[in-house]
């Protein structure tokens, strides 16, 4: 099952709204027609435009659309310009506004856009072929776009329909038809477009302050702005029980007028600012449903009662040697915590990437220094402790390139080896898992889905497995079972067995971060605490799926809110929230953290592993994303468990999942290679 996605409510700064137009859904596509033909001088350049001048789509009914075939090509403001308005993202489709041939290269002027942010489409123009870089390597990228047919809804659109179209998709489908929408919500959101645009009629091209969500078991499924015309007298009442009535393509758009000062924002002409109003929705009638109509409420789960008993923590501070690296690659061998890569932060706010790393004995103290590796200085790249090399591949560079290539480090021999070319790219995020004979990796691809493949050691040989196709990006998480691998993504849980050579779903709804405790795949779920429609008071707790029964496991509910897990021997450790739950008794206690404590938790982006008995926690970046404190300093954090819970035998690594979006320049939001433990306000 795909994840349960809420949609952003809050107002946003004219800075952030580009990142709000690439959410995604699952719109299903089918090829409409051959791309066009090559041209005599090698580019494809379809007969209808070839040697013309720019002459705008005049079809008022349907409109052309496009499938990228790169989510790394980028918009521009003018055919062959530098000016980027944007980038194809996760965004899989466009709506095509203009096509134009210029020194014999197609391009299409095109709008995306969708849900929430639809006020916010950004117009740009994109070559029919690109040159990119992908893997620290140029790729060309022709056809950089395929023309396509979209599908449209079946039956009577909901508002989910809307929220997951273009909105010249939406137009493309119901036209000026009258459309009715029940069991809704209305709340007023702001005017943030004001800031950005000028425009006439001001209501409609401005006057998208509120926004209509569809309830249908009181969760949100999907929401959109409306407007209203002042001279046609709807009364739409907040926080009331509704059916809605309205259409698309109201008469007042004709006379549209749209004017921004942000490139990204701006039209070509009265047509494109007329074909951006013609998708405004448009409220002619809205009418209170009788409690009949209502949909009945759902029961509303409660939190859990406070734990009777606390478990101390003891922080011990340790003079480490060298500088703290943050977005590096960890493990834990059974003896020794090995650092490799990431970047270097100092007290002066210099950052550089590392090709070198430490070995760090802690019942010695001893720190030793892991000489270069064949491979360039990265963050955030994946790594693997085989019993007697330290794996590493993937990764990004601080311009966010990223790169696909790896090393292995033998600490016996002091030595490096550079591992065989991978058969599929890093883009962003991944997760990793060793079999005892193999590393199997999951990466993120473009387009969102992951791609997954197997690494032998031994034969220094890859076996390319089956990807997952989504969509949405999302961190993915993958563990062996001992007798089967289990692949959690956006698109939800997957299975394959040993030997196997497909993915087999799972119905399990949660969210990352997700982590394998030796029995249990454990997630996170959201339970609305609030008894009013549109209300917000989640309760973020942990929830387990059984691969021995194929069934979930529903784990005691906390006190409050948990997020970033740390797999401690028998306990899920929430440090922020100084609560663990005991995975053999069910049970939660508080954890008792001390200031050293805390403030060892409170830098992101650095080491923290699970060392059998104790969390070491080493570099990163304070919260504000300046350079720690004490860069010089580790931390362990010994928890006071029972007995019989010191000394679990091997250490378990929780993948990075928060931030893993944001680029590897320090000076954005940095990752995690551990658990994202703490964000503290700034």
Not at 248 to 256: G, M, R, V
Not at 477 to 499: H, K
Not at 643 to 667: E, F, W
């Amino acid at each position: 099952m795909a994840r349960t996605r809420r949609t952003l409510s809050a107002l946003v700064a004219p800075a952030v709204i580009t990142a709000m137009l690439f959410q995604v859904a699952s719109c299903s596509l089918a090829a409409r027609q051959p791309s066009p033909a090559p041209s005599a001088s090698g580019l494809a350049v379809p007969p209808s435009v070839s040697g013309a001048s720019p002459s705008p789509i005049t079809n008022t009914e349907k409109f052309e659309f496009v499938r990228w075939n790169s989510d790394n090509l980028t918009l521009v403001t003018e055919p062959g310009s530098d000016v980027v308005v944007a980038k194809t993202g996760d965004e899989p489709i466009a709506a095509v506004l203009d096509r134009t041939v210029v020194d014999g290269m197609e391009w299409i002027r095109v709008q995306v856009g969708r849900g929430y942010a639809q006020d916010f489409v950004v117009n740009g123009w994109a070559p029919y072929a690109a040159d990119l870089q992908k893997g620290g390597r140029s790729v060309h990228v022709e056809p950089a776009y395929e023309f396509i047919e979209p599908d449209c809804p079946k039956g009577p659109p909901t508002v989910q329909d809307l929220d997951g179209m273009l909105p010249l998709q939406s137009l493309h489908c119901f036209g000026s038809r009258e459309l009715t929408f029940s069991a809704v919500h209305v709340r007023e959101e702001g005017d943030e477009l004001s800031a950005i645009v000028d425009g006439t009629p001001d209501w409609l091209v401005e006057g998208g302050n509120l926004v209509m969500y569809w309830l249908p078991e009181w969760h949100e499924s999907g929401s959109i702005r409306i407007y209203l015309n002042p001279g046609v007298p709807v009364e739409v009442p907040e926080h009331t029980w509704l059916e809605i009535k309205g259409h698309l393509d109201d008469e007042a758009a004709q006379s549209c007028r749209w004017d921004s000062d942000y490139p990204e924002f701006a039209v070509a002409n009265d047509e494109e600012a007329t074909q951006i109003c013609r998708t405004r929705l448009v409220v002619t009638a809205a009418r209170p449903l009788t409690a009949a109509e209502i949909p009945p409420s759902p029961p509303v789960t409660g939190v859990g009662p406070e734990p009777e008993v606390s478990v101390a923590v003891e922080t011990r501070s340790i003079e480490a040697p060298v500088a703290a690296i943050g977005g590096a690659a960890t493990v834990w061998t059974g003896s020794d915590l090995l650092v490799w890569g990431g970047w270097e932060a100092r007290k002066s706010g210099s950052f550089r990437h590392l090709k070198n790393g430490w070995q760090y004995t802690p019942s010695s103290g001893v720190w030793q220094e892991i000489p270069s590796a064949p491979v360039a200085g990265r963050a955030r790249p994946l790594a693997a402790w085989t019993g007697s090399e330290l794996l590493v591949w993937g990764g990004n560079l601080f311009d966010d390139e990223p790169v696909g290539d790896g090393a292995a480090y033998n600490p016996a021999t002091d030595a490096w080896r550079k591992l065989a070319q991978s058969p599929m790219t890093w883009r962003w995020t991944g997760a990793s898992t060793w079999t005892g004979t193999e590393w199997w990796i999951a990466a993120e691809h473009e387009g969102g889905g992951v791609s997954v493949a197997a690494y032998n050691p031994e034969s220094d040989t890859w076996r390319q497995l089956p990807s997952v196709e989504d969509i949405y990006a999302d961190v993915p998480a993958i563990a062996w079972t001992g007798s089967e691998i289990l692949l959690s993504t956006a698109a939800g849980l997957f299975r394959m067995p040993a030997g196997g050579a497909e993915w087999l779903s799972v119905e399990w709804d949660v969210h990352e971060p997700v982590l394998w405790t030796g029995e249990l795949f454990v997630g996170a779920h959201d339970d609305n605490l609030s008894e009013q429609p549109l209300g917000f008071d989640y309760l973020s707790h942990p929830i387990g799926w059984d691969p021995a029964t194929g069934a979930t496991v529903q784990l005691a509910v906390p006190p409050r809110s948990v997020y970033s897990p740390v797999l401690v021997g028998q306990h899920l450790a929430y440090f922020e929230e100084k609560l663990a739950l005991n995975l053999t008794t069910n049970e939660w206690v508080n954890l008792d953290v001390n200031r050293a404590g805390q403030k060892a938790l409170s830098f992101v982006g650095g080491t923290a592993v699970w060392a059998g008995d104790r969390l070491i926690v080493w570099g990163g970046e304070d919260a504000c994303f300046g350079p720690p404190a004490d860069p010089d300093v580790l931390y362990e954090l010994i928890p006071a468990w029972e007995t019989g819970d010191v000394g679990v035998a091997a250490a378990r690594r929780v993948a990075a999942y928060a931030s893993m979006r944001h680029p590897t320049d320090p000076d954005s939001p940095g990752t995690v290679n551990g658990p994202p433990i703490v964000v503290a306000a700034c």
